[in-house]
């Protein structure tokens, strides 16, 4: 699904370059569940960025489900990332204008889907994650962990093969990442969706099938995980 070949990304600043990423190759099956684990500052956000297609890298080629993502144009990409990408966030990033349930729809506006199969999609998705009650609550009145399971029904909701993750559990408290990475390893199991997620916790890294660890912009260790919780 994802074929990462020599990846550089640098910030130029005052004439220097500060390296983020050096020479990352990696590739990702379909189906995998993958931590990517290091340092603050290692690149791990910015390598998520570029496999979501929110960063380009400054050299080296991306292929994403075999297509050459560093040399497609602005519009094919978005539709692809629309198509088959769902992005979970640390901070949530709900819009707190909108009701939960118009969270959830958000994307599929965008997508241009019609309004019933937008309001059947959502409500499948309030229902399995138990928030029918909340489905009128803006994302203020809800707890930490609701917020988390909107941004991630919102990530579902366009149906994507691959979500990326960033510190999904980072604003949250213990039992409610356990829940949270329990939903991940559903989801990967039983639906195939395949998943990307940064972490700093070696508990929930135990969640997916490897981990990556990234030091300096390299990857230093790509390891499978041993007793896959
Ligand atoms: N736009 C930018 N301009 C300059 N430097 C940047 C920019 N974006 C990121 N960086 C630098 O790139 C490095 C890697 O950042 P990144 O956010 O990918 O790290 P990280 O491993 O995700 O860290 P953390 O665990 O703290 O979130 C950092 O040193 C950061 O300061």
Known sequence: MIE?????????AKGI??????????SIAS???????????????????????LEEPTYGTYHFMGEDITSMNERKR?????????????????????TVQENIEAPLIYKKI???ERKSRVADLLDRFNMVAKKDLFPSQLSG??????????????????????????NLQSAQAAEIMSLFRKLNREEGITIVQVTHSEKNAQYGNRI???EDGVVRTDTPVAGQL
């Open 212 to 214: 990556l660890t990234i």
């Open 4 to 12: 990462l070949n020599n990846i550089e990304k640098y910030h130029p």
């Open 114 to 116: 019609v309004a019933s």
């Open 78 to 98: 978005i539709e692809l990332y629309r198509n088959h990408i769902g992005f979970v966030f640390q901070a949530y990033h709900l819009i707190d204008e909108m």
């Open 145 to 170: 962990g609701q917020q988390q399971l909107v941004g991630i029904a919102r990530a579902l909701v366009a149906e994507p093969s691959l979500i990326l993750a960033d510190e999904p559990t980072g």
């Open 17 to 26: 370059k500060h390296y983020v990423l050096r020479h990352v190759s990696a």
């Open 31 to 53: 189906g995998e569940f993958v931590s990517v684990m290091g340092p603050s500052g290692a690149g791990k956000s910015t390598l998520l960025n570029i496999l979501g297609m």
